[in-house]
């Protein structure tokens, strides 16, 4: 069982950024797309972000189109999402996920039940 670990959530205002890190094994990263989703209190988990396995594509929700970035370093196996001007509604529960299928499409990054890993999450708070 692959493990991933988040990191870098936090209580920010409105109009702040924040970095979020996921970090997980060479095994896990060198064969796997990566994803970000979210999960606000009483509602369901959604796709935010995800980067290919190769880094050469990425999909946005377009809540967080101009807003998030989310990359990848190989040489860390690390995924990032850096959130800029965060808004009160940007408040969820941060998860990341590793895909390992073969089949890409926005479709498919952006489906939680296509992803075999998963961490345990990350507060973000924006709140004023």
């Known amino acids: 069982q692959a493990q991933l670990v988040e990191s870098g959530g936090g209580l920010v205002k409105p109009g702040a950024s924040l970095r979020l890190s996921c970090a997980t094994s060479?095994?896990?990263?060198?064969?796997?797309?990566m994803g970000w989703f979210r999960q606000a209190p009483g509602r369901e988990r959604e796709f935010v972000s995800a980067?290919?396995?190769?880094?050469?594509?990425?999909f946005h929700a377009d809540f967080v189109k101009g807003r998030f970035t989310i990359s990848r370093d190989n040489a860390k196996n690390t995924v990032y999402l850096q959130m800029n001007n965060l808004k009160p509604e940007d408040t969820a529960v941060y998860y990341c996920?590793?895909?390992?299928?073969?089949?890409?499409?926005?479709?498919?990054?952006?489906?939680?039940?296509?992803?075999?890993?998963w961490g345990q999450g990350t507060q973000v708070t924006v709140s004023s």
């Open positions: 980067i290919s396995w190769t880094g050469d594509s990425t």
């Open positions: 996920a590793a895909y390992t299928g073969t089949y890409y499409s926005a479709s498919t990054y952006s489906t939680p039940d296509n992803y075999d890993y």
């Open positions: 060479e095994h896990t990263f060198s064969r796997s797309s």
